[in-house]
């Protein structure tokens, strides 16, 4: 649905959702869905890869705080294989949505396509740079995964995962190649599926 937004005009009730980890070799796509308060403003929001780690952890807390609702969801590593990234991130932005405690009036979505919800919804091409609450769910997703991904990092060593994040740096590729895929590894991803074939 394309609807002509003045974002500085658009009422409350108005959710933003965004994700991350789609690109990652390994581990779940996370998104947020985010409602702020007009009466609880946040200032320094913004694209989460253009804050520090330090200004994220910051902002998460007070965005937790002071927004109206916001919900975190995910999509598994085997729901990834299953349906393939683009349905997998799809399925997890419909079920932050879903997930928020108020149901928002509009859902305005990072990038160029929407996901079927149960109420209109917008995309917004680098939506994370424009709409406040946009930039408050890219931090939310931004900040709950890379948080995993250090976890991941203490069960699994040696892969450099809280580091990299699960992105195919040539360190993260260099640890599949000589320790092999985990369990947390998506199949379906050309660098795995290439290894898994070879053996």
């Not at 003045?6 to 009422?11: I, K, Q, Y």
């Amino acid at each position: 649905m394309q609807l002509g937004l003045d974002f500085a005009l658009v009422e409350a009730l108005v959710a933003g959702v965004d994700e991350v980890g789609r690109g990652p070799l390994c581990g779940p796509v996370v998104t947020a869905a985010v409602i702020l308060d007009p009466a609880a403003p946040i200032t320094g929001l913004n694209d989460s890869k253009k804050l520090t780690e330090a200004r994220r952890e910051a902002l998460f807390d007070e965005i937790c705080e002071k927004s109206l609702a916001w919900c975190i969801a995910r999509a598994e590593v085997a729901e990834i294989d299953q349906l393939n990234i683009l349905q997998a991130t799809m399925l997890a932005m419909q079920r932050a949505v879903a997930g928020l405690s108020v149901t928002p009036r509009l859902a305005l979505i990072d990038g160029n396509r929407c996901p079927q919800l149960q109420v209109p919804s917008a995309a917004v091409v680098k939506g994370d740079s424009k709409v406040p609450a946009i930039a408050a769910a890219s931090i939310l997703a931004k900040v709950s995964r890379d948080r995993e991904m250090r976890e991941l990092d203490l069960l699994y060593p040696g892969y450099g995962i809280a580091g990299h994040k699960g992105y195919p740096t040539p360190e993260h590729l260099e640890a599949l190649q000589r320790l092999g895929p985990l369990a947390i590894h998506r199949r379906s991803f050309a660098p795995v599926r290439r290894l898994l074939e070879a053996d």
